[in-house]
């Protein structure tokens, strides 16, 4: 039996990557990030699950979904982060590990991105690294994966 997919979850306006704000998130795309996510897990021996949505119904009812069809969850909850408690409330009930992922640092931007309210019920964040941000996270998530996985964990 294949281990379960990783799943990556993206939220409000990352759609937009490689046009908004250029000089905070980049040049890439999201499908270029989802590219790159999808070769380095299957280096891994992982397949991903990648989504995006504007919608934070939509981003908590996937994470719901994850928690019987992931392994675990890297999640990039955009301006969300700093504002919803439900999404906060969502990972907090998957019985699954959650990456909180940032392509910009919001310790150094404005005061109001200072804030997660996702960061206290997740495994951890990375931050920071643009698109690598999502490279970082899959190897997190295969190293805590495969310390699971061992027999006796």
């Known amino acids: ?89 969502a990972v907090a009930a998957i019985a699954i590990p959650v990456i909180e992922i940032h392509l910009s640092n919001p310790a150094a931007r404005e005061a109001f991105r200072h804030v997660s309210h996702v960061a206290p019920v997740a495994k951890g964040v990375i931050a920071g690294f643009g698109a690598h941000s999502y490279i970082l996270a899959i190897d997190a998530a295969a190293v805590l994966l495969t310390a699971a996985e061992r027999p006796g964990s």
């Open 1 to 89: 039996m294949s281990p379960k997919p990783i799943h990556v979850l993206n939220g409000p306006n990352l759609n937009l990557l490689g046009v908004r704000e250029p000089e905070v998130y980049g040049r890439d795309t999201l499908a270029d990030i989802e590219a790159a996510c999808r070769a380095r897990a299957s280096a891994h021996g992982r397949d991903l699950v990648f989504r995006q949505s504007n919608h934070e119904g939509e981003l908590i009812d996937w994470l719901h979904e994850a928690r019987e069809n992931a392994a675990l969850v890297l999640f990039n909850p955009g301006a969300y982060t700093h504002t919803s408690v439900a999404l906060r409330d």
